[in-house]
C-alpha cells in the first residue's frame, strides 16, 4: 500500500512529501500514509491550477462584464406587505408538509471574538445569555408551532430537519454543547452534523506543505465545500450523506445560512414562499447596500451569469450608478450568504463542480523546511489556502432568483470583538433587542423609552403571537419566555 501511494504523489509532483520517510517512527510512517490516503492528489493539483488560472483572468477582467440583476430576477419586500403575506402563506404550507429542511454553516471559531469555542456557542450579552445556536434552535421550535396552527395540524406533527455543517476542529465541541442543553428542545434525530472537508496548503507553485516530518498542514475548503460535504458519509450513520436523508425525508427546499447572524429568520417562509411561486432552483436573500463605497460584495450578473461581485471589482462608476425608474443603487443587492436551494439542484452541483474555480487565500503556514527539516514560522505569507465559496454555485443555475428584505429585521452579522463598534457582540445584542422592541410596537404596546424586553424566539419567529400585549404599557426590562411572563413587565 505504502509504494502504492508514494507512487501516486510521485507521478503527481509531490513525492517531496516523503523526504523525511527514513527518519519516521513506524507510527508516524502510518500516520503519513493514512493521511496521504485521504487525499485526491490529482483533484488537488487540478484545483491548484484552475484557482491560478482563475485569478489571472479575474485580475485582466476587471470590471468589465458586470451588469445589475433583470427585473425578472429580483423582488423586494421593502414596503411591500401584500407580496410578503402571499409568500408566507406558500412558504408555511411547504415546511407543514414536512417539504422544508435547513442547512447551517457553522465550521467558524470565535477567534476573532476572544473564543476558542465554535463561533454558534457565543454569547451576545443578551440578557437571557442565550448562543447563537440556541435562538436559531428556539426558532425552528416556534416555526414548526405557528405551521402546525396556521394549517391545522397535530402539535408535533411538524418537523424541520436541521443539518449543521462543522470543521473538524469545532465539531466535537458543537456536538457536546447540543447533546449539554438537550439539543435546545429540538428532536435529536432531526439534528444532523457532518463536516466541511480539507485541503491541504500549497506553496506559490503548487507543492503541498509538510507541517512536520508526518503531516501535511491542511485547511477548511471555505464554505462552498458545502457542496461536496453533502455527499460524503455521516459519521452517525455511514449508509447516510445528508443528500440521501434529504431524500429519505423528501425535503424538497432547503434554506441555508451562515451561523453569525443573531436575525436570521432560519427556515423564513417568506424567502421559502417566494422561492417556491417563482419555481426558482437557487435564490439569494439579500439587504439594500447602504451607500456606493459599502465594502460589501453585492449579487449581479457578470458575463450573462449570476454572480456575487466584490465591491473591490466595481469601479466607482458602477458603484454610484443608479436605477433610471427608482433611483436606487443599480448595484445595491447586498450579499448576506442566505440562500434556497431545490433538493434537486443540491444533487446536480456534482456535475459542474469541477468548473467552480477555487479562491487563493496567501498566508503565513508553519511548515517544515525541506532543506533542514527544522520548523519555520513565516513572518510574511509563504503560501495559500484553497478555498470555495458558497456563491459559487450561482453562474451554474438558470432558475435563479433574488429577494431583497429589511437589513434591520433580518442582517446583523457577529464578525469583530466586543468594543470594535460594527459587527460585535454589541451591535448585535442591540439589534435583536430594537428588532423584539418593534415586534411588541407593532402588536400595539407601549415599551417606555430605555426599557428592553427580550422577547424569546419560542413567544415569537417574527412579530406573530403578540395579540394579548395590544393596548398594554412595559415599564421594566427582563426576559419573556411565554406570553404571560411578559405580565410581569408592565
Not at 489571472?56 to 411591500?80: C, Q, R
Request: charged share 25%; with cysteine; aromatic share 8%.
Amino acid at each position: 500500500m505504502t509504494d502504492a501511494i508514494r507512487s501516486k504523489f510521485e507521478t503527481a509532483g509531490q513525492d517531496h512529501l516523503f523526504q523525511f520517510w527514513h527518519k519516521l517512527s513506524s507510527s508516524e510512517q502510518d500516520a503519513l500514509v493514512s493521511q496521504l490516503k485521504s487525499i485526491d492528489v490529482d483533484r488537488v493539483n487540478k484545483i491548484y491550477a484552475k484557482a491560478v488560472q482563475s485569478e489571472k483572468e479575474g485580475t485582466s477582467a476587471a470590471s468589465d462584464g458586470i451588469e445589475p440583476l433583470p427585473e425578472n430576477a429580483f423582488e423586494t419586500i421593502v414596503n411591500a406587505p401584500e407580496k410578503e403575506a402571499e409568500w408566507r402563506k406558500v412558504g408555511i404550507k411547504a415546511v407543514a408538509a414536512g417539504q422544508v429542511g435547513v442547512l447551517l454553516m457553522a465550521g467558524g471559531q470565535g477567534t476573532r471574538l476572544g473564543s476558542s469555542a465554535p463561533k454558534g456557542c457565543y454569547d451576545i450579552g443578551l440578557p437571557s445569555h442565550k448562543s447563537l445556536f440556541q435562538y436559531q434552535a428556539e426558532r425552528i421550535a416556534r416555526l414548526q408551532v405557528v405551521a402546525e396552527e396556521l394549517e391545522g395540524m397535530k402539535k408535533g406533527s411538524v418537523e424541520i430537519p436541521w443539518y449543521v455543517m462543522t470543521s473538524g476542529p469545532t465539531r466535537p465541541e458543537t456536538e457536546q454543547f447540543f447533546k449539554k442543553n438537550n439539543y435546545f428542545g429540538l428532536k435529536s434525530t432531526n439534528v444532523i452534523f457532518f463536516e466541511q472537508g480539507t485541503l491541504p496548503c500549497l506553496t506559490f507553485d503548487g507543492k503541498i506543505i509538510l507541517e512536520t516530518p508526518s503531516r501535511v498542514a491542511v485547511a477548511p475548503d471555505g464554505n462552498g465545500g458545502l457542496y461536496a460535504a453533502l455527499r460524503t458519509p455521516l459519521s452517525s450513520n455511514p449508509t447516510l450523506t445528508v443528500l440521501s436523508d434529504l431524500s429519505k425525508r423528501n425535503i424538497l427546499y432547503v434554506h441555508a445560512y451562515c451561523v453569525d447572524n443573531c436575525l436570521v429568520r432560519v427556515a423564513d417562509p417568506v424567502f421559502l414562499g417566494y422561492c417556491i411561486q417563482k419555481q426558482s432552483a437557487c435564490a439569494a436573500k439579500v439587504v439594500r447596500k447602504q451607500s456606493p463605497t459599502e465594502s460589501v460584495g453585492v449579487v449581479a450578473v457578470r458575463d450573462h451569469r449570476f454572480s456575487v461581485v466584490e465591491y473591490s471589482e466595481i469601479s466607482k462608476e458602477q458603484a454610484e450608478r443608479r436605477n433610471s425608474k427608482t433611483g436606487e443603487l443599480a448595484f445595491r443587492a447586498a450579499n448576506i450568504a442566505n440562500h434556497f436551494y431545490t433538493t434537486r439542484f443540491l444533487h446536480s452541483v456534482e456535475s459542474f463542480e469541477d468548473q467552480m474555480a477555487f479562491h487563493i487565500a496567501r498566508k503565513k503556514i508553519p511548515h517544515i523546511s525541506m532543506e533542514s527539516g527544522q520548523l519555520v514560522k513565516p513572518t510574511k505569507p509563504n503560501g495559500m489556502k484553497l478555498e470555495l465559496f458558497v456563491f459559487d454555485v450561482f453562474p451554474f443555475t438558470q432558475d435563479f432568483n433574488v429577494l431583497e428584505v429589511e437589513r434591520q429585521e433580518e442582517f446583523s452579522p457577529l464578525k469583530n470583538a466586543a468594543g470594535t463598534g460594527s459587527d460585535d457582540p454589541d451591535t448585535s445584542r442591540n439589534d435583536l433587542l430594537s428588532q423584539q422592541k418593534r415586534f411588541l410596537v407593532r402588536a400595539g404596546a407601549e415599551v417606555v423609552e430605555g426599557v428592553q424586553i427580550e422577547v424569546s424566539p419560542s413567544v415569537s419567529y417574527a412579530g406573530e403571537g403578540l395579540e394579548a400585549v395590544r393596548g398594554k404599557k412595559f415599564t421594566r426590562s427582563g426576559i419573556a419566555e411565554s406570553v404571560i411572563a411578559l405580565d410581569a413587565l408592565m
